[in-house]
């Protein structure tokens, strides 16, 4: 019998890591027997999908057995009129979360040994995608205090630099580059760099000098923003981002995509979640308050955390190993994030919920600090 390994498999995909999850719900279930989990360990809004776009969901599965038809091109065009700032659909990319979307980005960009500079703690897949298609990444360590050193980065920026990867607001920290800060950063690069601004979590975002892509796109600058439906709109599980960008680079990535790339389903929900401002505001308001809350409870248990501009705390300089922590928590039926994935052996990352899960979180947290520190 053959074997996978006599095959002719790209090579650049024999040695790429593995993405690093987070723990689910049933594997927590199945592992300790716990019935009754939260989890927040993925950054998901526990606030809930819009009813609208329950309801899309629901009236679009009867015609399940047609391929889409117009509804990316609609949701392109209802984006655009959303962001405002004069882009059309033709600034506008939609793909399968926007991991895909950075995944188009990758495998138009990322070519001939080319060079992509990542500084940690960084999302997973930007060292994935990149080794995915033969670049190669320049991973530069972590700050003292965790948030990007600009000049740094600017640093090591050579003629073979092709994308930067930047997460605005940093996932896991929370912290943010401010709209000077980034707007210098963006001005020093060379005409050759392409900046990758990913704002997975920027609806969340409250501080007055947050800088948001979108003028930076209207002014025709080498900057691609990735956003999506998974956290704010809270179809995590439905899969639906998009790209902003300059007409010409939209065009090259649009080259990356098959037909019919996104269903009808999730199409139709993002385009309903879309229209449901007054759902969006409950949920800003969620998390607004719920971060509040946290902020006193950690502050009352001595936790050190740092402050945050996205819907999750990230923990540090913690009283006692994370393993041990997150282990016994799963005991108490809470599912929260280590960040040794992104480089953090000694924090944890804990999405921010509605009231009654974050009280439940916290009664848990304090009994499990309490018998930690009986140990």
């Known amino acids: 019998m053959p074997h996978a390994h ?5 090579p650049h995909l024999l040695n790429l890591p593995r993405y690093i999850r987070g723990k689910s719900i049933q594997e927590v279930r199945d592992a300790l ?11 998901e809004n526990l606030f809930g999908p819009s009813p609208k776009a329950l309801q899309a969901l629901r009236d679009a599965a009867a015609e399940a057995h047609y391929y889409p038809g117009v509804e ?15 882009l059309t659909a033709n600034n506008i990319i939609v793909g399968n979360g926007s991991a895909d979307v950075l995944r188009a980005v990758a495998q138009t960009f990322v070519f001939d040994r080319v060079e992509n500079i990542i500084q940690m703690p960084a999302f997973q897949m930007y060292e994935i995608l990149t080794d995915m298609y033969g670049g190669r990444s320049v991973v530069l360590k972590q700050t003292h205090n965790y948030a ?46 392409i900046v990758v601004l990913d704002e997975a979590y920027a609806d969340f975002a409250e501080a007055d000098d947050f800088p948001g892509a979108l003028e930076y796109v209207r002014e025709g600058r080498n900057v691609i923003a ?11 599980g439905v899969r639906v981002g998009y790209g902003i960008a300059r007409h010409d680079i939209i065009d090259a990535l649009l080259r990356t995509q098959t037909a019919f790339h996104v269903g009808t389903l999730p199409l139709l929900a993002a385009s309903a979640a879309l229209t449901d401002h007054e759902h969006v505001q409950r949920a800003l308001q969620v998390n607004h308050d719920g971060k509040a809350y946290l902020y006193h409870e950690f502050d009352a248990l001595g936790l050190e955390y740092l402050p945050t501009e996205a819907n999750f705390i990230m923990l540090v300089n913690l009283p006692f190993p994370v393993t ?5 928590m799963h005991k108490h039926g ?7 994935p992104f480089g953090l052996p000694d924090a944890l990352r804990i999405t921010i919920a509605p009231p009654e899960i974050n009280q439940r979180m916290i009664r848990a947290l304090r009994q499990v600090l309490a018998e930690l520190e009986k140990e």
């Open 324 to 328: 041990r922590i997150e282990h016994a």
């Open 226 to 236: 990735t956003r999506t439906f998974s956290k704010l709109y809270g179809l995590a």
């Open 6 to 10: 006599d095959l002719p498999i790209n």
């Open 334 to 340: 809470v599912i929260i994030r280590p960040c040794d």
């Open 72 to 86: 990316a091109h609609d949701l392109r065009e209802q984006l655009a009129a959303h962001l405002g700032h004069d």
């Open 33 to 43: 027997g716990v019935s009754e989990i939260i989890k927040l360990g993925s950054n």
């Open 148 to 193: 990007y050193d600009l000049d740094e980065i600017c640093a090591h920026v050579t003629p073979r630099t092709r994308l930067l990867f930047f997460n605005n607001p940093n996932n896991p920290t929370g912290l943010y580059v401010n709209h000077a800060a980034l707007t210098g950063f963006l001005d020093r690069l060379p005409p050759h760099v």
